[in-house]
């Protein structure tokens, strides 16, 4: 191989990886706020304190990027698992229960939120699983999703570099 050759591979090799590392953060940054997007469509929407804490963030590094999405809401392991265990969840006057009976059923009666609490502790609540199926409908799609993603991400930022 000739000298100039390999200074044309080397140039073009530094290029592709550039664009590979700006390619994966913005992928990275384009699926966390697609995944955040479906997940705070499909959550429970009662009081509306469930969407407010879910929160997503994105940890870009040389290697590896990581984008998350979370809840921070107290009772949201209850809503994605369900609840199974005999005990009785908080239910008197400033509990989120008596929050969510309000406002679905319409009354303040704490012996309704009571019977509600001891009913759940009694056969407990099944899981909306809403994480968990975003996910498993995002993982289907990926492949198709990163092939496509990364052509065109690629594409694009060698266009700005000036190659066609």
Known sequence: MAIGQSTA?????SVLLKALRVTKSALANKYTQYIYSQI??????V????????????????????????SRAIYSQAVEFGRTSPKVPP?????????????????????????IALAIAKRGIPGKHVFF??????????????????RECIRKYLNMLGYR
């Open 91 to 115: 239910h008197g006057k400033n509990s989120r229960l008596r929050r969510w009976v309000i406002m679905v059923l319409g009354t303040d009666d704490l012996r309704v939120v009571r019977n």
């Open 40 to 45: 705070t469509q499909k959550a429970p929407k």
């Open 133 to 150: 199926n975003v996910w498993k409908e995002f993982v289907k799609e990926l492949h198709t999703k990163l092939t496509r993603d990364i």
């Open 9 to 13: 591979l080397t140039d073009i090799t």
């Open 47 to 70: 009081t509306g304190e469930l969407i407010d804490k879910i929160g997503k963030d994105i940890i870009l590094g040389n290697e590896v990027s990581i984008g998350r999405v979370v």
